[in-house]
């Protein structure tokens, strides 16, 4: 993992704003309105680029399913494929494949899945053998509550880890801290929550080892916060080298730059520096990154998803990967790219929140 | 958790559930305390696709559906919505069952004979798209007599059609459609003891259950099954106490059982793993080669280190689990040195490289296994370095199905076998019979090797239409022993499926199956789970 590059896009560190000037300048009243029509000038250019992007996504995901390996009729089958004899594997294929879609070229189906989406039917899965927009309501819920609390979580604790390592740069503390969320980094998520288990889960009894609820037990607000605890740290234990070693970095430069060091000289109290000059333009690069990462969130809570058994969207994801189950599968990766554009665009509105030389029309 | 940089995230949290978990309370919370004795939670290997029971014969359909004849302990055949089990008549051509009275479905409506026809008429018919249609292929027509007597009517003398009759019979009002977009898959209708209370998709079911059952008020009255795919995050949840039994592999249930209160029970198979040998190579087409490859094979080394002891060496097709139709002298000893004999005489020499060759062609094929299956994958590792001292060379090949099955005809394969246990033809007749030798992509697992033998054939023929018993299991018997002299394949083990499970001693009635291919928590120990009283 590398710090800027791997988003693509280099944000730009904007200049501190002066000393004594409020975070939001008190523009004049002229400009301010400009400022508003620009903020929604840029939502409207990015929602309007958005359907297209949508159509060619999901194009291209018909494309590739239809030119994967996989096999339909075997995915439906699984185990049980190898006992299918004769002719019976061949009505299978049949019910399969023509009845359901998955027989037709994937630019008729996708043609036939896009009318669909029109009149505001997502099709039927054939993995999940219910309609898509049934599977989407029940799980996508799910994912979004903990990629959230996890998101969250993660920013929480990154915040003061952060500030702490950025004090005293070459200090144990912050030498300590930095390789090992390094470190921390490089562990794969599903290790982070297998080992989270053994501990936390089994070792010490403290938290359950997974599932929604107990046993048969009603969906409740505090039986699911229970069981929400160790997926949600896995989540933010992945999260949070980055967001910290982000956040790290920016800190670092913002505290030498000189416009704090003018708001020291002039005796602004050190807790006052960090929290109004410090911690808000150093939030700017990495909100701008956190926006473009989401996708990669949502992929790493697919496995926490997997270990914790959690039903969220990330499982049937996988297995409509498997099975040929173009409605589900486009559906998904749909509705999971919206998420990452308007993560994106809500990342550059908090910027232009927090910077007031920030121009929506350029980003 | 802190919950000072949480509190928001709570809000929401409260809000998503609002949002998403109001329809799961109401069926949640009458399923009960966990610690309620009447309750069995337990950690399944992984989500089911469906609950149609012409997609699913046996395991957790069992505890929805009730067939005409029913899985009993250790395997025996009994009576399910027969009274009987089914008669033949003097040709096997001919079969009726007669119905138990006053069964109903779990909607209220009455069990009769046509529901029987429906169900049998639907898993033949190709627009249903069961995967079962050619398990059936015997059955010509299926009549009601009258309303609570049913006629099989067959196109060829059959013995074994008792153990085709354990398919789930539904509501035939139900029954619409092909089994991809049937309600049945996530509905289910049926006689069983059990009705489907709530299923969350991705994470867990539960069973309730039914008033009124046939056979008794079952006294597990709630069955909690946890979806957990990871093997190690079952055996964890079985550990820590959240769940009262899983399945989980020989090795890791030997090493959780005894504490926590945890027990091993293993249950014998009709799961086999066998390896093919196409008769398409050149070495493969001579029988002497084939019995040496299998005297070659250290069959007990393999089930002492892949299954931790859990198995049962065998030489065919058939297993230990077969009783009287099982041949115990039809075995291969492991001796490497006679295997170097046979394939001396037979002229494969040991060329410069330490490989066999004769006439230019090397001893040597690739045997492929799924590469998802690690069990296979451990299979087919033991077995080339079992080959490899003979001189002969095993590459191995991980594949998907999909590839399996289009070159099936020139390369090796480690095969499953025994989906259907209960009869010694269902085991076998496919496996061996020259009918399935010619190579088809769409039934390639049929006879993977191309093996042809007349007296294979002749055999399997005439024990599928004995009607008498004993002269059947001496027909099987009589078989196994040509198969040893002229092997079709390398059968190498016969499987023990293990469970971890705690808290059996509380009930009565816990008992031991024989066990098909397709394993899970509807089997182990609480495959009659609604047969078992309270101690």
Redesign the interface.
């Known amino acids: 993992m590398t710090l800027i590059s791997d988003t693509g896009r280099e944000a730009p560190v904007a200049p501190a704003p002066g000393d004594g000037m409020p975070l939001v300048a008190p523009a004049p009243r002229g400009a301010a309105s400009g400022r508003r029509v620009a903020v929604l000038r840029l939502v409207r250019r990015r929602l309007l680029w958005a359907a297209p992007l949508m159509g060619v996504i999901s194009l291209a995901v018909f494309a590739l399913a239809a030119a994967s390996p996989t096999d339909a009729a075997a995915a439906f089958l699984g185990a049980r494929d190898e006992f299918t004899g004769g002719a019976a594997r061949a009505s299978v294929e049949d019910v399969v494949t023509g009845a359901h879609g998955a027989g037709a070229h994937w630019a008729e189906a996708w043609w036939r899945w896009a009318s669909g989406l029109v009149s505001g039917d997502l099709g039927v899965s054939t993995s999940a053998r219910m309609p898509v927009a049934d599977v989407v309501a029940a799980r996508l819920p799910w994912t979004l509550l903990l990629m959230v609390l996890g998101l969250a979580l993660g920013a929480a604790v990154a915040v003061p880890l952060a500030l702490i390592a950025a004090r005293q740069p070459h200090g144990l503390l912050a030498r300590v801290l930095t390789s090992g969320l390094w470190a921390l980094s490089a562990v794969p998520a599903f290790l982070v929550a297998m080992g989270l288990m053994a501990v936390l889960a089994v070792g010490l009894g403290w938290l359950p080892t997974g599932g929604l609820t107990d046993a048969g037990a009603a969906v409740t607000p505090g039986q699911v916060g229970r069981h929400l605890v160790l997926p949600v740290l896995s989540v933010a234990l992945a999260q949070l080298p980055w967001i910290t070693l982000h956040l790290h970095r920016a800190v670092t430069a913002q505290l030498r730059s000189p416009a704090t060091e003018a708001a020291r000289l002039r005796g602004v109290p050190e807790r006052q520096v960090l929290a109004r000059h410090v911690l808000p333009t150093a939030a700017v690069p990495t909100l701008a990154i956190a926006g473009a990462r989401l996708p990669e969130v949502v992929a790493g809570s697919v496995l926490v998803e997997e270990v914790f058994s959690w039903p969220g969207l990330g499982q049937s994801l996988v297995s409509a990967a498997l099975a040929q189950d173009f409605a589900l599968l486009a559906a998904s990766t749909v509705l999971l790219s919206a998420v990452a554009v308007l993560g994106g665009l809500l990342a550059d509105l908090c910027l232009v929140r927090i910077d007031p030389r920030t121009d929506p029309d350029a980003l | 958790?802190?919950l000072r940089?949480?509190r928001?995230?709570?809000l929401?949290?409260?809000l998503?559930?609002a949002?998403?978990?109001c329809s799961?309370?109401v069926s949640?919370?009458a399923?009960?305390?966990?610690d309620d004795a009447a309750?069995l939670?337990l950690a399944e290997t992984g989500?089911y696709?469906?609950l149609h029971p012409l997609?699913y014969p046996l395991g957790i359909t069992s505890k929805l559906y009730d067939g005409l004849v029913a899985v009993g302990a250790d395997g025996v055949l009994e009576p399910g919505l027969a009274v009987a089990m089914p008669e033949a008549d003097a040709t096997l051509t001919s079969w009726t069952v007669r119905l138990r009275e006053g069964v109903t479905f779990s909607d209220g409506s009455e069990f009769d004979a046509q529901d029987v026809v429906a169900a049998f008429d639907a898993v033949r018919d190709?627009?249903?798209?069961?995967?079962?249609?050619?398990?059936y292929?015997m059955v010509e027509q299926v009549t009601a007599i009258d309303p609570l007597t049913v006629r099989f009517d067959l196109a060829y003398p059959y013995a074994g059609l008792p153990a085709r009759l354990t398919l789930g019979i539904p509501a035939s009002e139900a029954l619409g459609g092909?089994?991809?977009?049937s309600p049945l898959?996530?509905e289910p209708v049926g006689t069983g003891p059990y009705v489907l209370a709530e299923w969350?998709?991705?994470?867990?079911m539960?069973l309730r259950a039914r008033e009124g059952w046939w056979g008794g008020e079952p006294q597990v009255r709630?069955i909690?099954l946890?979806?957990?795919?990871?093997e190690?995050?079952r055996a964890?949840?079985v550990?820590?106490g959240?769940?009262d039994g899983a399945q989980v592999s020989p090795r890791i249930a030997a090493q959780i059982a005894g504490s926590d209160g945890l027990e091993l029970v293993a249950n014998s198979s009709g799961d086999f793993r066998a390896i093919s040998l196409p008769v398409t190579l050149p070495f493969f087409a001579d029988p002497a080669v084939r019995v040496a490859v299998n005297l070659g094979t250290d069959r007990q080394a393999m089930i002492d280190g892949i299954l931790a002891g859990h198995g049962t060496a065998v030489a065919t097709p058939f297993t230990p689990a077969q009783g009287d139709a099982f041949e115990p002298s039809a075995v291969f000893a492991h001796d490497p040195a006679a295997a170097a004999a046979l394939l001396d005489d037979a002229g494969w020499a040991v060329g410069p490289d330490g490989v066999r060759a004769k006439d230019g062609v090397r001893f040597a094929f690739t045997l492929m296994y799924f590469a998802e299956d690690t069990l296979r994958r451990d299979v087919a590792q033991a077995f080339a370095s079992d080959m490899a001292p003979l001189g002969i060379d095993v590459a191995l090949e991980g594949v998907?199905?999909?590839?399996a099955?289009t070159a099936m005809d020139e390369k090796a394969f480690v095969?499953?076998g025994g989906?259907?246990p209960y009869d010694p033809d269902a085991q076998a007749y496919?496996q061996l019979h020259s009918d399935?030798a010619v190579f088809?992509e769409?039934?390639a697992?049929?006879n993977p090797s191309g093996y042809a033998d007349p007296d294979v054939d002749r055999l399997l023929d005439a024990a599928r239409t004995e009607p008498d018993p004993a002269a059947r299991s001496a027909l099987y018997r009589e078989l196994q022993t040509v198969l040893v002299a002229n092997p079709p394949l390398v059968a190498v083990f016969a499987l023990e499926h293990t469970y971890v499970a705690r808290g059996l001693d509380d009930w009565d009635g816990v008992e031991h199956v024989l066990e098909p291919?397709?394993h899970g928590v509807a089997w182990g120990p609480w495959f009659n789970v609604q047969d078992w009283t309270r101690r």
């Open positions: 958790m802190r940089h949480s928001p995230a709570v929401l949290g409260a998503v559930l949002a998403s978990g799961a309370a949640g919370a399923a009960g305390a966990s309750t939670r989500e696709g469906s997609e190709p627009a249903v798209g069961s995967w079962m249609a050619a398990d292929e092909d089994v991809v977009g898959a996530s969350r998709k991705g994470e867990s539960t709630t909690h946890a979806f957990v795919a990871d190690n995050a964890q949840r550990r820590s959240e769940v998907d199905r999909r590839h099955v095969l499953g989906d259907m496919r399935f088809d769409d039934d697992y049929s291919h397709e």
